[in-house]
Nanobody
Framework: QVQLVESGGDLVLPGGSLKLSCTAS????????MGWYRQAPGKQRELVAT???????NYADSVKGRFTISREFLKKTLYLQMNNLTPEDTAVYYC??????????WGQGTQVTVSS
């Protein structure tokens, strides 16, 4: 199976920025799409952003204009650049890899806390 390892979560002030990383054990050539999801206390896990193998991106309305998803194939790494963070962005962020039906893989999550 694909192993995913996230990093970059931290405590940050409102208005600040963070960049999350997710490194995959397999080549991106075998992955149909990848994405970032997040889960806040008392909330269900929600989609933040996705990117397909072809490079098409999709963002949740709540993060459009503030977050950017990207990936570097040679490093097998997915990124999420988060700018202008607010307390509402506080959550555990999870990396996801989709290899097709019934082949979804998740990282362990990384905590992002936005607070003064």
């Amino acid at each position: 199976q694909v192993q995913l390892v996230e990093s970059g979560g931290d405590l940050v002030l409102p208005g600040g920025s963070l960049k999350l990383s997710c490194t995959a054990s397999d080549s991106f050539l075998s992955i149909v799409s990848m994405g970032w999801y997040r889960q806040a206390p008392g909330k269900q896990r929600e989609l933040v952003a996705t990117i397909t193998r072809g490079g098409s991106t999709n963002y949740a309305d709540s993060v459009k204009g503030r977050f950017t998803i990207s990936r570097e194939f040679l490093k097998k790494t997915l990124y999420l650049q988060m700018n202008n963070l607010t307390p509402e962005d506080t959550a555990v962020y999870y990396c996801n890899a989709n290899l097709g039906p019934d082949r979804q893989y998740w990282g362990q999550g990384t905590q992002v806390t936005v607070s003064s």
